[in-house]
T-cell receptor, first 112, second 114 residues
Framework: NAGVTQTPKFQVLKTGQSMTLQCAQD?????MYWYRQDPGMGLRLIYY???????DKGEVPNGYNVSRLNKREFSLRLESAAPSQTSVYFC???????????FGQGTRLTVV | DQQVKQNSPSLSVQEGRISILNCDYT??????FLWYKKYPAEGPTFLIS?????DKNEDGRFTVFLNKSAKHLSLHIVPSQPGDSAVYFC?????????????FGTGTKLQVIP
């Protein structure tokens, strides 16, 4: 009963490097999301996918790209990491965008 | 522009007493509200929600109250237990440009003292 699984849990990148954060859910949810959490800022939506094959920008999409690979998987890519992208990243899924979301354990990313 | 505000960064309560966590919002278009609980090194977990057509929703020890005229939301935990110690986020949802936009508050860290 995994729920939402994110990999990796921790990552340190150098400025300019790229990486992909992986997310998979086993609850057959249509909607999936990527959030970032910064001190004093709450959780902010980066991108979301209302259903397989669709993706849309959230509140803070700049510097990121996403891929909804299939119904289960939703990845987040940083093409050229910047120190401002140091954050904790959470993937989540839900039946619909409006209903409660189920979150993964998070990825703590540090860009030096 | 923080549309969902949790003005108390932290709260301490004795075990067995009531915990009241508050949340204010500025956008009257929000029509659905949620509370999440987050333990360290874990993702947030959904706790309870309320639609804007209601003013109260109860689930066991947790009750959410909505005062639309004051644009104020509160979560009551009765009785509080040490396991309730966590960060609590309120969130508000509205339809924005064809999708449901969810905005989170900054969180309140609750400590329940045994």
């Amino acid at each position: 009963n995994a729920g939402v699984t994110q990999t990796p849990k921790f990552q340190v990148l150098k400025t300019g490097q790229s990486m992909t954060l992986q997310c998979a859910q086993d609850m057959n949810h249509n909607s999936m999301y990527w959030y970032r959490q910064d001190p004093g800022m709450g959780l902010r939506l980066i991108y979301y996918s209302a259903s397989e094959g669709t993706t849309d920008k959230g509140e803070v999409p700049n510097g990121y790209n996403v891929s909804r690979l299939n119904k289960r998987e939703f990845s987040l890519r940083l093409e050229s990491a910047a120190p401002s992208q140091t954050s904790v990243y959470f993937c989540a899924s839900g039946r619909e965008f409006r209903t409660e979301a189920f979150f993964g354990q998070g990825t703590r990313l540090t860009v030096v | 522009d923080q549309q969902v505000k949790q003005n108390s960064p932290s709260l301490s309560v004795q075990e067995g007493r009531i915990s009241i966590l508050n949340c204010d919002y500025t956008n009257s278009m929000f029509d659905y509200f949620l509370w999440y609980k987050k333990y360290p090194a874990e993702g947030p977990t959904f706790l309870i929600s309320i639609s804007s057509i209601k003013d109260k929703n109860e689930d066991g020890r947790f009750t959410v109250f909505l005062n639309k005229s004051a644009k104020h939301l509160s979560l009551h935990i009765v009785p509080s237990q040490p396991g309730d110690s966590a960060v609590y986020f309120c969130a508000a949802s509205l339809n924005s440009g064809g999708y449901q936009k969810v905005t989170f508050g900054t969180g309140t860290k609750l400590q329940v003292i045994p």
